[in-house]
């Protein structure tokens, strides 16, 4: 993790609807496309401020430039109204979400039009919310092809993260998931 960065020389408007500050995202990525590290992989930047990829657009949740192993999202939008520990696990899922679909973006894959998946696109927070945390076979395949891991051990590792995260329905997924790998070993 690096050290909180000061955001300079990026483009700021005021948003008409919600009369609040917004970034534009070209000119954040491009920041941190300069500090990504010699030897990183991709960067990506969180930030609480809203977000706008181009001015005919009313806001982003995030963006990610391949070309530039750069990504960032905000916080903006997925704050519960609402405070106490339910809260702050819809507001960590909503996080683990955005920042594992930029991320995927970074490794060359693309919004998904097959099944419901992560990497489905959003233009709302119902509709985000709505997506789930886990890749569908097709996004599996192209990210296990772009970095190369084992599925299961994957999915072992993924299913302790969210068990001690509380997110159950995810939990459950994964475990049938892994059950399915182990009666069935040829298709993982």
């Known amino acids: 993790m690096l050290p909180t960065a000061p955001v300079t020389g990026v483009t700021i ?6 009369g609040q500050p917004q970034l534009l995202t070209r000119d954040l990525l491009a920041l941190l496309a300069d500090q990504r590290p010699a030897g990183a ?27 530039d192993w750069a990504g960032v999202y905000s916080f903006a939008r997925y704050l519960p109204g ?14 683990c979400k955005v920042l594992a679909h930029e991320t995927a973006h970074l490794l060359g894959i693309a919004h ?8 489905n696109g959003s233009n709302h927070l119902a509709e985000s ?13 192209k990210l ?16 302790t993260f ?3 995260a509380g997110f159950t329905d995810e939990t459950r997924w994964l475990t049938a998931q892994l059950l399915h790998i182990e009666q069935h070993p040829a298709s993982a």
């Open 112 to 119: 998904c039009v097959f099944y419901s998946c992560l990497m």
């Open 82 to 95: 609402e405070a106490g520990p339910a809260a702050a696990s819809l507001l960590l899922r909503r996080a």
């Open 41 to 67: 992989c991709c960067i990506v930047g969180i930030t609480m401020d809203d977000l706008y990829p181009d001015p005919a657009w009313n806001f982003v949740f995030g963006e990610a430039s391949p070309r």
């Open 129 to 141: 919310d709505a997506r789930p945390l886990h890749l569908c076979p097709v996004d599996l395949r």
């Open 162 to 164: 969210a068990g001690d």
């Open 144 to 159: 296990q092809h772009s970095i190369g891991f084992d599925v299961a051990a994957r999915y072992r590792r993924l299913r």
């Open 13 to 18: 408007r005021i948003n008409s609807q919600t």
